[in-house]
């Protein structure tokens, strides 16, 4: 854990602790940050488990794009004139959306661009070779990420932090028993529901959804039933990226004004984290993977409150061992057959 | 009957070339230590010096992580945990210990640990050396402990997830490590010895890390531990468990048919692994005199997995090749000397091997010849606009870690050594077998 990260900690500490308040107050508050961090995770956790269920590998990669989406929405709302916290006002709900458009179209392309040049050559390999490689892909991302510019060629976002805009108000909606729910909260868990009924519509109502989980169970069934297997996968990794790019953009909103840097260990962590959702949801399966990010969020909240906020990153990876001991197949392995 | 036994008695070795046959390592690597430290320790520069033991401790890193990654093909990405459990490890055996004993935090060792300004003077060897391998040789246990512990029940689980528990292990121990309490610090001889020899491994430093230890790690212990490591490892991969190993490697359903216990060999390849990666973490907190877990995190793993993947999944040369490499390529990088020559070098030698053997392998001269032209004019760009490849090193390797996946994935030497590659003389040419001829 770098110093950035722990620094990072301790405001979210500081954020989490309620200044005064009942049992009840600091119980409801704590659900409430875990449920809004747990759909951030749930949405990665998406990205993770369907590039597993398609291809049987984890794609280490992933936790980048998730960061490129955070950096991407800082560089897209500085082109719509907002920057950092110090900008005046807050704009429009429209500049808000299009910087969520245009960061997961940015996301997707690269994803896209990965899968075709890194993954794409591997798809007969064996696969430890493919894990190397999606390690090979993440370090490249992280690292080109904290380039300095070369002469006049300027990188996105070079090894300065830069502060996340603020693009939605920061209004008390109304008050449960003493905890505020912001719009930002309200915000952030809307978006990922709407995304997430989106994905669940995409996959078991449309044809495409179909061919995915046709491909899932079988690459070369699937090609004999006339699916363009390539074609899956490929829309897949960017479905998986913009997804990450939109949970990226809502991790930006919720914790707007910070500064955010990208050669971080905690991008890879908040990665893993949702990795570990996948799996304990069941990796592969898409409903597991929205159930687990909800709780590895809820269980890191609840443990940073209650236990001790020093273990933080512990909590979930104990949960993992359990898991992967008592019920390899994650909690929702076998009960929802479907997998994508 | 008596013929056989006789035989049998006639082949069975002596006890005195036992004796040699396990010792003679030991022998040579105090010979290669006392070459370091006394040779080449006193002829170099402390910069040069620095980069010799760095190179040592990331060739016993390396090459533990090749018996698990490379021989059994499995995925750990936690060995930085490891090493993390060996440093802390010995700093608390020689710290404290130093403290309880000498009341100080001095350095109390002989002439070949002495790492202070000037050469040392008076006997070679001193009580503080003894503490010091008794820590090394700890650390390493304790490493081995924790392997077993985390193979035991996650070596069932299937490659990637064993990746993910590693990596989560490596997380767990640098987080339980960040979360210890105060150090006690060298000038509170009287507080270490009023507490408890049980509570003082629970004073770790915490995030500060440990610090303000003596330091013992020179060039003789670690080409000691270098060359001991290497050896061990070598004899384990032409022995019965290291054949079994690489059964597991290449199908772990067919060598199970083969009656090889795969459980029970995966956990003895991770156990021996972490145990080399616990020495090797003891050394590089004796060497630096202060050890931080949160340098010890996955980027450290995955540092150590590089030179593994880069050097060849089981190739024991090829890990401490690349690791070698992968050492001193931000120190060359940080002023590009001219490839011509060693292109040109190699070249010519590759050239000479395969004229003599009359066995011409025109793509490989080619690669060579290319590889030098692109390095060269590289070099020229960066200077010309003064640009520091350094800086670019670490995207570098991630290039060549996913172009090494595509084009060659077995890496550099696979899993064959160097020597296997390299065959000298000509290629023995076998006459036809006639028909009807016995082979």
């Known amino acids: 854990m770098s110093q950035p990260l722990l620094s990072h900690l301790l405001v979210l500490a500081q954020q989490t602790a309620p200044a005064s308040g009942s049992a009840v107050t600091t119980l409801l508050q704590t659900l409430v940050d875990g449920f809004t961090v747990g759909s951030l995770y749930a949405l990665i956790a998406l990205g993770y488990t369907m590039v597993y269920g398609i291809l049987k590998f984890i794609n280490f990669a992933h936790s980048d794009i998730f960061a490129l989406g955070v950096h991407m929405t800082i560089v897209i709302a500085g082109w719509f004139g907002v920057a950092g916290a110090s900008s005046a006002g807050v704009p429009a709900w429209y500049v808000g959306l299009g910087v969520l458009v245009l960061s997961m179209a940015t996301c997707g392309l690269v994803g896209f661009i990965i899968e075709r040049l890194a993954y794409k050559p591997l798809r007969d390999a064996p696969r430890l070779n493919v894990l190397i490689t999606a390690i090979g892909v993440s370090l490249f991302l992280e690292n080109v990420g904290q380039l300095k510019p070369i002469g006049s060629i300027g990188i996105p976002f070079g090894p300065y932090p830069s502060p996340t805009p603020t693009l939605v108000a920061n209004t008390t909606l109304f008050t449960l028993s003493g905890v505020d729910i912001h719009l930002i909260e309200v915000t952030v868990v809307g978006t990922a529901l709407l995304l997430m009924l989106g994905l669940q519509f995409l996959i078991f109502r449309t044809k495409l959804g179909s061919a995915m989980r046709a491909v899932s169970f079988n690459h070369r069934t699937a090609a004999l039933m006339g699916i363009n297997v390539n074609r899956v996968i490929s829309i897949t990794f960017v479905i998986g990226s913009m997804l990450a790019a939109a949970a990226g953009f809502l991790y930006a909103l919720k914790y707007s004004g910070q500064a955010k840097q990208t050669a971080d260990a905690m991008w890879i962590m908040l990665g893993l984290k949702a990795f570990v959702a996948a799996v304990v949801g069941g990796i592969g399966n898409v409903r597991g993977a929205v159930i687990g990010g909800l709780l590895i969020g809820l269980i890191e909240f609840f443990g940073v409150q209650y236990l001790s906020s020093q273990y933080r990153d512990a909590y979930v990876f104990i949960i993992l061992i359990l898991v992967l001991l008592l019920r390899p197949e994650g909690i929702f392995g076998k009960a929802v057959a479907e997998k994508v | ?439």
């Open chain 2, 1 to 439: 009957m008596n013929k056989l036994q006789e035989q049998a008695a006639k082949l069975k070795p002596t006890p005195a070339s036992t004796m040699l046959h396990a010792l003679w390592p030991l022998a040579v690597a105090i010979a290669i230590g006392l070459f370091m430290v006394l040779v080449v320790g006193r002829s170099v520069d402390p910069y040069k010096g620095n980069i010799l033991i760095n190179c040592g401790i990331a060739i016993i890193l390396a090459v533990s992580l090749t018996v698990v990654n490379g021989f059994t093909g499995q995925f750990s990405m936690g060995h930085a945990g490891f090493m993390a459990v060996g440093g802390y490890t010995a700093a608390v055996i020689v710290y404290y210990s130093t403290m309880k004993i000498w009341g100080d935090a001095d350095f109390h060792g002989g002439a070949l640990s002495y790492t202070g300004a000037g050469s040392a003077e008076g006997a070679w060897f001193g009580w503080g050396d003894v503490l010091f391998v008794f820590g090394c040789l700890l650390a390493g246990t304790l490493a081995a402990i924790a392997g077993y512990l985390v193979g035991l029940p996650s070596l069932r689980l299937r490659g990637d997830y064993l990746a993910i528990v590693t990596l989560g292990f490596g997380e767990i121990v640098r987080v339980i490590l960040q979360g210890s309490k105060d150090q006690i610090q060298p000038w509170k001889a009287s507080e270490v010895a009023d507490t408890p020899w049980y509570q003082l491994p629970l004073k770790l430093g915490g995030p500060k890390g440990f610090n303000l230890m003596p330091t013992y790690t020179t060039l003789f212990w670690v080409y000691l531990a270098v060359v001991l490591t290497l050896i061990i490892i070598y004899r384990l991969k032409v022995s019965s468990s290291g054949r079994a190993f690489l059964s597991i490697r290449e199908d772990e359903v067919a060598s199970q048919a083969m009656g090889v216990d795969i459980t029970k060999y995966k956990v003895r390849a991770f156990v021996l692994s972490s145990f080399f990666a616990g020495v090797a973490g003891a050394l590089f907190a004796m060497y630096n005199g202060t050890i931080n877990a949160a340098e010890l995190g996955f980027q450290k793993s995955f540092d150590i997995i590089i030179m593994v993947v880069l050097g060849g999944m089981g190739s024991i040369s090829g890990a401490a090749i690349a690791a070698v490499i992968l050492t001193i390529l931000p120190e060359i990088l940080r002023s590009p000397p001219h490839v011509w020559p060693w292109g040109l070098g190699l070249l010519a030698v590759m050239t000479g091997i395969q004229a003599f053997r009359r066995n011409w392998n025109t793509p490989s001269l080619i690669v060579v010849a290319v590889a030098t032209t692109l390095l060269e004019i590289g070099r020229d760009v960066c200077l010309a606009n003064s640009i520091n490849p350094a800086d670019y090193r670490l995207v570098l390797y991630a290039l060549l870690l996913i172009l090494m996946m595509i084009l060659r994935p077995d890496g550099l030497f696979g899993v064959n050594e160097i020597w296997n590659l390299v065959r000298f003389g000509r290629p023995k040419q076998r006459p036809a077998p006639q028909l009807g001829e016995k082979p």
